[in-house]
């Protein structure tokens, strides 16, 4: 398709697309306000929830790195996608019908689109089914029959048979309107010297499922034992596939993972159906890899509070405080990896991380199938923690009974404890390894200490213990700086109500490309923001986890300024912005710049009067309206137009603190109160113009001569000024 969308459709999806329904998909949202949701931002590793979601205006802003923007830029950033695409992919999920105008950019003959590769995927699924009802399935139909799987549960998991033959996918995504390049693209084929040939032949699919529940890929397994090829078979990496951040079976498990706040890791797609039946419908997979970073970030996002530092506490009820995630391993040496890669890795996430092992070596589908949906729910329930299940595998190999034995055993398991991070946890372990062995306290603290003080050889002696494949990599990623920055406490400039001074005293918003986040290109420094300085950001913990985080201009948080005349200042601004409709009716437009006396407020103000203030709001409004978008989706359409416009024309240098103000969540939580507590917000502002010039007027009058004429000119005005103040003060109180 060529052309650009035309701008009409564009505000209509802005408009109809919930922001936080979109982000929900990806992360667990709590309520932090009135039109306000906070979770753990997808754009960087954090253990603090500091990315805000505001539905009525469209927009999200992460505290900690920065990042912000629109329903359609999330959908860019999380997806890697254009503009065009995420546009495409928000109509599609809520029934928008887009036209396109001419004159826009070309896309290249054939290039392949992510929605047409997820298209096709659909396509293959479809086929895949048909092809599972045929003679030709039979052995593949018994292979799960005997395994305890029956018609109704194959049709649940969309369980489906490619056909070995050469190109019958193939010929039927050209029939169905898909280029060759999309094929190839998608992973459903390979290319070899006659042409494209399918990937998949003669192989059981299970589909596989992005986070948003798109299709992305297979997963499959061979049926024949005289099938050469590898017993399982995976989609390629493309560019809607990535297997170190997809989990088979979250799109079924996502709801419960999300209200349980547990999660079960199992090892195969025919273990996560018979988890899914047992009624642990909390079970996922990984797709031919190792359990690793992508998936972590996934899993945390879903548990949503998982980096609570009491996260993994045991409760009374059974569960665990912050939630837990559980591996089940088919015996001990998969369960010792996995353990020490845990330690190596996020000791927060193996904080309520928890083993659960199958007895007999048997894994979760063959625990169901010779014992029953009961056997395989106690399976799981009688998890373990990790560390402890570190800890006592690796002294239960040694001869307890002997004082050789105990000795050696607290070697082994010394380097292990001393390897916990969290120093009351380490030293709950040092008591428990104490208990395990038999031996005094002071000897195992004592052992531990030891193993701390030589991390390397503790980490190689972990390492040849446990035996991993290889040497994992961190979790939490390289340290990363403190990347926020404050504002010095500046003043300046002189403001009377109404505009009066003491003497002495573009393009399309969207951006040419059509960008979602809508800051310009262009570096000048915006005046004001030369008082800017580099600090660290109240609003997220000062650790290690902040760096590497990119240096971002943002104001301090309202909460943390003591200051009455900044902050008043600062929540004048959140209201402007978050609530146009409301500052419109306080007449807010009518303030003049000089009513802000802090330097980066004023040009924050200025580029709000420079669009037009909330008078551009209310056009937005009134023309999305006349174009048929129901109330709602105007007001949030017009919502995220007017914050992008302001941003815009604040320049790239104060566009950050003009999303840091649009997210910021407000006082006032009580919708049938908004209004007071906007005119409330606006006469305290008028009130601190008029004390300024009270200061002013009352220092003119020490220096002037009471005989001269001035004076009295002077003395008249402190009258007015005295007697404006208190009437604001009674329209506050």
């Known amino acids: 398709m060529a052309g650009l969308i035309r701008r009409e459709d564009i505000d209509l999806v802005r408009g109809t697309a919930r922001i ?10 709590k309520p932090s306000g009135m039109d306000s949701f906070l979770g753990l931002c997808p754009f960087h590793d954090e253990k603090t929830p500091s990315f805000h979601v505001r539905p009525n205006h469209g927009r999200y802003h992460c505290f900690g790195c920065g990042e912000d923007g629109d329903v359609i830029s999330f959908v860019q950033k999380t997806e890697s996608i254009g503009f065009v695409e995420a546009v495409e992919l928000l109509a599609r999920r809520y029934g928008i019908e887009l036209h396109y105008e001419e004159g826009g950019p070309q896309r290249k003959p054939g290039e392949p689109r992510k929605i047409r590769l997820i298209d096709a995927h659909r396509v293959a699924i479809q086929f895949y089914r048909r092809q599972f009802a045929t003679p030709e399935a039979a052995a593949a139909r018994q292979m799960l029959a005997e395994r305890g799987f029956d018609e109704a549960a194959m049709n649940h998991f969309q369980v489906g048979f490619s056909r070995n033959e050469w190109d019958g996918l193939t010929s039927f995504l050209r029939q169905s309107g898909f280029s060759d390049k999309e094929i190839l693209a998608a992973g459903l084929a390979s290319q ?11 192989r059981l699919m299970w589909p596989i499922y992005s986070i948003t529940g798109e299709p992305v890929g297979f997963g499959a397994r061979r049926v024949s034992e005289d099938d050469k090829g590898p017993k399982y078979l995976n989609t390629p990496e493309t560019s809607i596939y990535h297997k170190s951040s997809v989990l088979y079976g979250l799109n079924l498990a996502k709801q419960e993972v999300s209200r349980k706040k547990e999660i079960v890791i199992v090892e195969g797609y025919t273990d996560v159906m018979a988890a899914h039946l047992a009624g642990i419908k909390t079970a996922v997979a990984t797709c031919g890899t190792a359990f690793g970073e992508g998936h972590i970030r996934i899993v945390r996002r879903l548990l949503g509070d998982a980096a609570n530092p009491a996260a993994g506490v045991s409760l009374r009820s059974g569960g665990s405080y912050g939630g837990e ?16 890669r845990a330690f190596e890795e996020d000791q927060s996430f193996a904080a309520q991380t928890f083993v659960a092992i199958s007895p007999g070596g048997m894994d979760p589908c063959e625990v169901r199938q010779k014992m029953g949906d009961a056997a395989l729910r106690e399976v799981v329930a009688s998890r373990r923690p990790l560390f402890e299940f570190a800890i006592r595998t690796m002294i239960d190999a040694m001869p307890l009974d002997t004082a050789e ?4 055993a607290l070697r082994a398991g010394a380097p292990i404890v001393a390897g916990i991070r969290d120093r009351v946890l380490r030293g709950e372990y040092t ?33 040849s213990q446990l035996a991993p494949a290889r040497p994992p990599r961190s ?12 504002l010095q406490n500046q003043r300046g400039g002189q403001n009377l109500p109404g505009g009066q ?18 800051k310009p290109q262009d570096q000048q420094i915006a005046p004001g923001s030369e008082h800017l300085q580099t600090a660290p950001n109240p609003q997220q913990p000062q650790n290690a986890e902040n760096a590497e985080l990119v240096a971002t201009q943002i104001l301090p948080a309202r909460r943390e300024i003591r200051e009455t005349t900044e902050r008043v200042e600062h929540e004048a601004l959140n209201v402007y912005l978050q609530l146009p409709a409301f500052a419109r009716a306080a007449e807010m437009d009518s303030l003049p710049s000089q009513t802000f006396s802090h330097p980066l407020h004023r040009r924050i103000h200025e580029a709000i009067r420079e669009i037009g203030g909330t008078q551009a709001w209310a056009t937005k409004y009134e023309e999305l309206v006349q174009s048929g978008a129901s109330s709602e989706a105007a007001e949030r359409a017009a919502n995220a137009d007017y914050i992008a416009a302001v941003s815009e024309q604040a320049g790239p240098q104060l566009a950050p603190a003009v999303s840091q103000l649009a997210a910021e969540a407000l006082p006032e939580d009580s919708a049938e109160r908004l209004p007071r507590y906007v005119w409330g917000i606006t006469l305290s502002l008028i009130r601190q113009g008029i004390e300024r010039q009270i200061t002013e007027v009352r220092s003119a009058l020490q220096r002037t001569n009471p005989a001269d004429a001035t004076y009295e000119q002077l003395f008249g005005r402190l009258m007015e000024l005295e007697a404006q103040r208190r009437a604001c003060e009674e329209q506050i109180s």
């Open 20 to 29: 936080d329904e979109i982000v929900s998909q990806y992360v667990t949202l």
């Open 192 to 202: 070899g010297k006659r042409g494209l040939y399918d990937r998949f032949r003669g």
């Open 325 to 340: 995630v559980i591996f089940t391993f088919d015996g001990d040496e998969a369960g010792k990896k996995a353990a020490l």
């Open 405 to 408: 034995g105990r000795t050696m």
């Open 431 to 463: 008591r428990n390894l104490a208990g395990w062995l038999g031996m005094e306290e002071p000897v195992v603290q004592a052992a531990v200490a030891e193993a701390a003080r030589q991390p390397s050889q503790s980490r190689e002696r972990r390492q």
């Open 475 to 486: 979790l939490t990623g390289a340290s990363r700086g403190q990347g926020a920055t404050n």
């Open 501 to 518: 001074n003491l003497p002495g005293g573009q393009n399309q918003r969207d951006g040419q490309n059509q960008q979602g986040d809508s």
